[in-house]
Protein backbone atom coordinates (compact mmCIF):
# COMPACT_ATOMS: atom_id res chain seq x y z
CA UNK A 1 0.00 0.00 0.00
CA UNK A 2 1.33 3.26 -0.75
CA UNK A 3 0.53 7.01 0.18
CA UNK A 4 0.13 8.46 -2.75
CA UNK A 5 0.57 12.06 -1.66
CA UNK A 6 4.38 11.81 -1.36
CA UNK A 7 5.29 7.88 -2.33
CA UNK A 8 5.39 6.51 0.65
CA UNK A 9 4.87 2.97 0.75
CA UNK A 10 3.21 2.02 4.16
CA UNK A 11 4.14 -1.29 5.72
CA UNK A 12 1.44 -4.05 5.38
CA UNK A 13 0.42 -6.13 8.61
CA UNK A 14 3.67 -8.24 10.04
CA UNK A 15 6.19 -6.03 8.70
CA UNK A 16 6.87 -3.67 10.96
CA UNK A 17 9.61 -6.09 12.30
CA UNK A 18 11.32 -5.27 8.92
CA UNK A 19 11.93 -2.31 9.15
CA UNK A 20 14.84 -0.23 11.21
CA UNK A 21 13.01 3.46 11.29
CA UNK A 22 9.74 4.04 10.86
CA UNK A 23 7.88 7.63 11.70
CA UNK A 24 4.32 9.18 10.77
CA UNK A 25 3.37 12.77 10.85
CA UNK A 26 6.84 14.12 12.93
CA UNK A 27 6.96 17.53 13.33
CA UNK A 28 9.78 20.12 14.76
CA UNK A 29 8.79 23.76 15.02
CA UNK A 30 12.02 26.27 16.32
CA UNK A 31 9.43 29.37 17.56
CA UNK A 32 7.44 30.16 13.92
CA UNK A 33 10.01 28.36 11.88
CA UNK A 34 8.43 24.98 10.67
CA UNK A 35 11.45 22.90 10.51
CA UNK A 36 9.76 19.42 9.87
CA UNK A 37 6.26 19.35 8.81
CA UNK A 38 4.28 16.21 8.52
CA UNK A 39 7.20 13.79 7.54
CA UNK A 40 6.73 10.33 6.93
CA UNK A 41 9.17 7.42 6.33
CA UNK A 42 10.08 3.84 6.21
CA UNK A 43 13.40 2.51 6.34
CA UNK A 44 13.79 -1.32 5.93
CA UNK A 45 16.66 -3.12 7.78
CA UNK A 46 20.07 -3.25 6.65
CA UNK A 47 19.52 -0.62 3.42
CA UNK A 48 21.23 2.72 2.60
CA UNK A 49 18.43 5.22 2.63
CA UNK A 50 19.41 9.07 1.70
CA UNK A 51 17.91 12.08 2.29
CA UNK A 52 18.16 14.53 -0.17
CA UNK A 53 17.80 18.08 -0.14
CA UNK A 54 19.04 22.11 0.11
CA UNK A 55 20.54 23.55 3.22
CA UNK A 56 17.66 24.31 5.51
CA UNK A 57 15.37 21.24 4.04
CA UNK A 58 15.44 19.92 7.79
CA UNK A 59 17.27 17.38 6.84
CA UNK A 60 19.58 17.63 10.26
CA UNK A 61 16.22 18.82 12.65
CA UNK A 62 14.48 14.96 10.92
CA UNK A 63 18.25 12.95 12.08
CA UNK A 64 18.19 14.71 15.36
CA UNK A 65 14.59 13.52 16.43
CA UNK A 66 14.99 10.10 15.25
CA UNK A 67 18.23 9.78 17.26
CA UNK A 68 16.73 11.23 20.43
CA UNK A 69 18.69 14.66 20.43
CA UNK A 70 15.75 16.60 19.50
CA UNK A 71 11.78 16.08 20.56
CA UNK A 72 9.36 15.57 18.05
CA UNK A 73 6.34 18.05 18.67
CA UNK A 74 4.09 16.11 16.61
CA UNK A 75 4.04 12.63 15.47
CA UNK A 76 5.63 9.32 16.34
CA UNK A 77 7.98 7.14 15.11
CA UNK A 78 10.38 3.59 16.11
CA UNK A 79 14.06 3.21 15.55
CA UNK A 80 14.74 -1.35 15.57
CA UNK A 81 11.29 -1.36 17.45
CA UNK A 82 12.01 1.01 19.83
CA UNK A 83 9.37 4.05 20.30
CA UNK A 84 10.94 7.66 20.44
CA UNK A 85 9.23 8.89 22.40
CA UNK A 86 8.52 6.27 25.56
CA UNK A 87 11.95 4.14 24.97
CA UNK A 88 14.50 6.55 24.15
CA UNK A 89 17.28 4.73 26.11
CA UNK A 90 16.70 1.86 24.12
CA UNK A 91 16.68 3.90 21.19
CA UNK A 92 19.86 5.29 21.38
CA UNK A 93 21.34 1.36 22.41
CA UNK A 94 20.63 0.94 19.17
CA UNK A 95 21.67 3.56 16.80
CA UNK A 96 24.90 5.35 16.33
CA UNK A 97 25.37 9.23 14.57
CA UNK A 98 28.19 10.66 12.98
CA UNK A 99 26.93 14.57 12.60
CA UNK A 100 28.75 16.88 9.93
CA UNK A 101 31.29 17.84 12.17
CA UNK A 102 34.39 15.50 13.38
CA UNK A 103 33.94 14.99 17.40
CA UNK A 104 37.32 14.42 18.34
CA UNK A 105 40.15 14.95 20.74
CA UNK A 106 42.87 16.41 18.42
CA UNK A 107 45.11 16.47 20.71
CA UNK A 108 45.08 12.63 21.16
CA UNK A 109 46.22 10.05 18.35
CA UNK A 110 43.78 8.42 16.75
CA UNK A 111 44.22 4.67 18.71
CA UNK A 112 43.71 7.18 21.70
CA UNK A 113 40.67 8.43 20.55
CA UNK A 114 39.09 5.15 19.67
CA UNK A 115 40.37 3.39 23.68
CA UNK A 116 39.20 6.37 25.19
CA UNK A 117 35.71 5.51 24.08
CA UNK A 118 35.91 1.96 23.92
CA UNK A 119 36.46 2.25 27.69
CA UNK A 120 33.54 4.46 27.80
CA UNK A 121 31.31 1.60 26.10
CA UNK A 122 32.85 -0.36 29.09
CA UNK A 123 35.51 -2.31 27.12
CA UNK A 124 38.32 -3.17 29.72
CA UNK A 125 41.89 -2.95 29.03
CA UNK A 126 43.28 -4.94 26.20
CA UNK A 127 39.81 -5.59 24.67
CA UNK A 128 39.48 -1.73 24.60
CA UNK A 129 43.04 -1.59 22.64
CA UNK A 130 42.24 -4.39 20.17
CA UNK A 131 38.73 -3.01 19.42
CA UNK A 132 40.47 0.41 18.55
CA UNK A 133 42.97 -1.60 16.24
CA UNK A 134 40.65 -3.53 14.57
CA UNK A 135 38.51 -0.19 13.73
CA UNK A 136 41.63 1.19 12.66
CA UNK A 137 42.70 -1.02 10.16
CA UNK A 138 38.99 -1.46 8.79
CA UNK A 139 38.75 2.05 7.88
CA UNK A 140 42.78 1.74 6.34
CA UNK A 141 44.44 4.21 9.39
CA UNK A 142 45.98 1.80 10.88
CA UNK A 143 49.28 3.97 9.49
CA UNK A 144 47.84 6.97 11.59
CA UNK A 145 47.18 5.50 14.76
CA UNK A 146 50.25 7.13 17.00
CA UNK A 147 49.22 10.43 15.21
CA UNK A 148 47.95 13.68 16.68
CA UNK A 149 44.20 14.00 14.81
CA UNK A 150 44.94 17.49 14.37
CA UNK A 151 47.35 16.44 11.55
CA UNK A 152 44.55 14.32 9.95
CA UNK A 153 43.58 15.41 6.44
CA UNK A 154 39.99 15.93 6.19
CA UNK A 155 39.19 12.83 4.92
CA UNK A 156 41.09 10.79 7.56
CA UNK A 157 39.39 12.30 10.06
CA UNK A 158 36.02 11.46 8.66
CA UNK A 159 37.20 8.16 8.60
CA UNK A 160 38.33 7.95 12.11
CA UNK A 161 34.77 10.26 13.17
CA UNK A 162 32.84 7.49 11.45
CA UNK A 163 34.75 4.67 12.86
CA UNK A 164 34.02 6.17 16.43
CA UNK A 165 30.58 5.69 15.82
CA UNK A 166 30.66 1.97 15.29
CA UNK A 167 32.87 0.98 18.39
CA UNK A 168 29.65 -1.02 19.84
CA UNK A 169 27.92 -1.96 16.07
CA UNK A 170 25.06 -0.29 15.73
CA UNK A 171 21.59 -1.54 13.90
CA UNK A 172 21.51 1.78 12.39
CA UNK A 173 23.64 4.43 11.70
CA UNK A 174 22.86 7.88 11.12
CA UNK A 175 25.03 9.84 8.77
CA UNK A 176 24.22 13.18 8.40
CA UNK A 177 26.25 15.01 5.35
CA UNK A 178 28.78 12.13 5.85
CA UNK A 179 31.14 14.23 3.03
CA UNK A 180 30.55 17.69 3.41
CA UNK A 181 33.67 19.71 2.57
CA UNK A 182 36.05 16.42 1.46
CA UNK A 183 37.80 16.32 -2.01
CA UNK A 184 36.57 13.79 -4.19
CA UNK A 185 39.16 11.48 -3.53
CA UNK A 186 38.57 11.22 -0.42
CA UNK A 187 34.68 11.36 -0.71
CA UNK A 188 35.51 7.90 -2.94
CA UNK A 189 36.86 6.60 0.19
CA UNK A 190 34.25 7.04 2.41
CA UNK A 191 31.55 6.04 0.00
CA UNK A 192 33.83 2.91 0.14
CA UNK A 193 33.43 2.36 3.68
CA UNK A 194 29.94 2.99 3.71
CA UNK A 195 28.78 0.47 1.09
CA UNK A 196 31.11 -1.75 3.14
CA UNK A 197 29.18 -0.92 6.31
CA UNK A 198 25.88 -1.75 4.42
CA UNK A 199 27.15 -4.83 3.41
CA UNK A 200 28.04 -6.41 6.90
CA UNK A 201 24.14 -5.49 7.86
CA UNK A 202 24.56 -1.92 9.59
CA UNK A 203 21.23 0.38 8.17
CA UNK A 204 22.57 3.43 7.00
CA UNK A 205 20.13 6.97 7.11
CA UNK A 206 22.55 9.29 5.56
CA UNK A 207 21.24 12.80 4.66
CA UNK A 208 22.82 14.83 1.54
CA UNK A 209 22.83 17.83 -0.70
CA UNK A 210 25.16 16.05 -3.02
CA UNK A 211 22.90 13.88 -5.47
CA UNK A 212 25.52 11.84 -7.09
CA UNK A 213 26.21 11.03 -3.49
CA UNK A 214 22.52 10.04 -3.06
CA UNK A 215 22.71 8.61 -6.23
CA UNK A 216 25.98 6.36 -5.83
CA UNK A 217 25.17 4.87 -2.47
CA UNK A 218 21.23 4.75 -1.70
CA UNK A 219 18.92 2.33 -2.31
CA UNK A 220 16.23 4.32 -2.06
CA UNK A 221 15.72 8.04 -1.67
CA UNK A 222 13.51 10.87 -0.40
CA UNK A 223 13.67 14.30 -1.20
CA UNK A 224 12.60 17.04 1.24
CA UNK A 225 12.16 20.46 0.71
CA UNK A 226 10.62 23.34 3.17
CA UNK A 227 10.06 20.77 5.87
CA UNK A 228 8.21 18.59 3.53
CA UNK A 229 8.29 15.06 1.95
CA UNK A 230 7.96 16.13 -1.26
CA UNK A 231 9.22 12.30 -2.89
CA UNK A 232 10.24 9.43 -2.68
CA UNK A 233 11.68 6.18 -4.39
CA UNK A 234 14.65 4.41 -6.11
CA UNK A 235 17.21 6.92 -8.07
CA UNK A 236 15.13 5.53 -11.33
CA UNK A 237 11.65 5.74 -10.20
CA UNK A 238 12.50 9.57 -9.10
CA UNK A 239 14.20 10.11 -12.80
CA UNK A 240 11.28 8.97 -14.26
CA UNK A 241 8.35 11.47 -12.53
CA UNK A 242 10.14 14.07 -14.80
CA UNK A 243 8.64 12.90 -18.16
CA UNK A 244 10.51 11.46 -21.22
CA UNK A 245 13.85 13.42 -20.66
CA UNK A 246 15.76 16.42 -20.68
CA UNK A 247 16.51 18.98 -23.05
CA UNK A 248 19.50 20.75 -23.21
CA UNK A 249 19.89 23.91 -25.21
CA UNK A 250 23.07 26.18 -25.93
CA UNK A 251 22.44 29.77 -27.19
CA UNK A 252 24.85 30.79 -29.03
CA UNK A 253 23.92 35.19 -28.57
CA UNK A 254 23.86 35.37 -24.26
CA UNK A 255 22.05 37.69 -24.95
CA UNK A 256 19.49 36.12 -25.68
CA UNK A 257 18.87 33.66 -22.86
CA UNK A 258 16.13 35.08 -21.52
CA UNK A 259 13.79 35.40 -24.63
CA UNK A 260 15.22 31.87 -25.11
CA UNK A 261 14.00 30.42 -21.89
CA UNK A 262 10.65 32.27 -22.13
CA UNK A 263 10.33 30.18 -25.24
CA UNK A 264 10.99 27.39 -23.90
CA UNK A 265 8.70 27.90 -20.59
CA UNK A 266 5.68 28.46 -23.22
CA UNK A 267 6.57 25.53 -25.43
CA UNK A 268 6.82 22.80 -22.91
CA UNK A 269 5.04 24.19 -19.91
CA UNK A 270 8.11 23.43 -17.47
CA UNK A 271 10.68 25.75 -15.62
CA UNK A 272 13.72 26.63 -17.46
CA UNK A 273 16.89 25.71 -15.80
CA UNK A 274 20.06 27.94 -16.23
CA UNK A 275 23.27 26.91 -16.52
CA UNK A 276 25.65 27.28 -14.25
CA UNK A 277 28.26 28.78 -16.63
CA UNK A 278 27.63 29.56 -20.21
CA UNK A 279 24.39 30.00 -22.19
CA UNK A 280 23.26 26.65 -21.76
CA UNK A 281 19.18 26.27 -20.69
CA UNK A 282 17.72 23.19 -19.68
CA UNK A 283 13.72 21.74 -19.65
CA UNK A 284 11.42 18.80 -19.20
CA UNK A 285 10.05 17.69 -22.13
CA UNK A 286 7.35 15.08 -22.32
CA UNK A 287 8.12 13.39 -25.93
CA UNK A 288 11.16 14.01 -28.21
CA UNK A 289 8.62 15.71 -30.37
CA UNK A 290 7.67 18.71 -27.69
CA UNK A 291 11.70 18.41 -28.04
CA UNK A 292 11.39 19.03 -31.55
CA UNK A 293 8.78 21.92 -31.69
CA UNK A 294 10.51 23.47 -29.02
CA UNK A 295 13.30 23.65 -30.82
CA UNK A 296 11.75 24.71 -34.42
CA UNK A 297 10.07 27.68 -31.91
CA UNK A 298 13.55 29.00 -31.60
CA UNK A 299 15.30 29.08 -34.68
CA UNK A 300 11.49 30.81 -36.30
CA UNK A 301 12.46 33.19 -33.48
CA UNK A 302 15.92 34.29 -34.82
CA UNK A 303 17.83 32.40 -32.32
CA UNK A 304 20.63 30.51 -32.74
CA UNK A 305 20.95 27.21 -31.51
CA UNK A 306 25.02 26.25 -31.05
CA UNK A 307 24.31 22.88 -29.84
CA UNK A 308 21.05 20.30 -27.96
CA UNK A 309 20.67 17.48 -27.13
CA UNK A 310 17.99 15.30 -25.49
CA UNK A 311 18.96 12.96 -22.50
CA UNK A 312 17.36 11.59 -19.37
CA UNK A 313 17.13 13.45 -16.58
CA UNK A 314 20.57 13.39 -14.33
CA UNK A 315 19.28 13.18 -10.19
CA UNK A 316 20.08 17.02 -10.16
CA UNK A 317 17.60 17.65 -12.97
CA UNK A 318 15.02 15.63 -10.85
CA UNK A 319 15.44 17.65 -7.68
CA UNK A 320 14.77 20.92 -9.95
CA UNK A 321 12.23 19.47 -11.74
CA UNK A 322 9.99 18.66 -8.41
CA UNK A 323 10.78 21.78 -6.55
CA UNK A 324 11.79 24.57 -9.35
CA UNK A 325 15.38 25.22 -7.66
CA UNK A 326 18.60 23.52 -7.06
CA UNK A 327 19.78 21.44 -4.40
CA UNK A 328 22.64 23.33 -2.72
Known amino acids: MTDTSTGTRLPRAGEEGLLAVSARGLKKRFGEVVAVDGIDLDVPKGMIFAILGPNGAGKTTLMRMLSTLAKPDGGSAAVMGHDLLNEPGEVRASIAMTGQFA ?4 DLTGRDNLVLLARLWGFRGRSAKQRADDLLAAFDLSD ?3 RQVK ?5 MRRRLDIAASLVVTPGVLFLDEPTTGLDPTARQGVWRMIRGLAQSGVTILLTTQYLDEADQLAARI ?8 IAEGTSRELKAQTGSGF ?16 ILEARLKHKVRRGVEGAELSVTTDSPKDASDAIASLIDSGIEVSDFRLG ?4 DEVFFSLTGHDAS
Open 247 to 262: LHVAIHDPMQIEKAAA
Open 312 to 315: SPSL
Open 144 to 146: AAT
Open 222 to 229: AVIDKGRK
Open 103 to 106: SLDE
Open 151 to 155: TYSGG
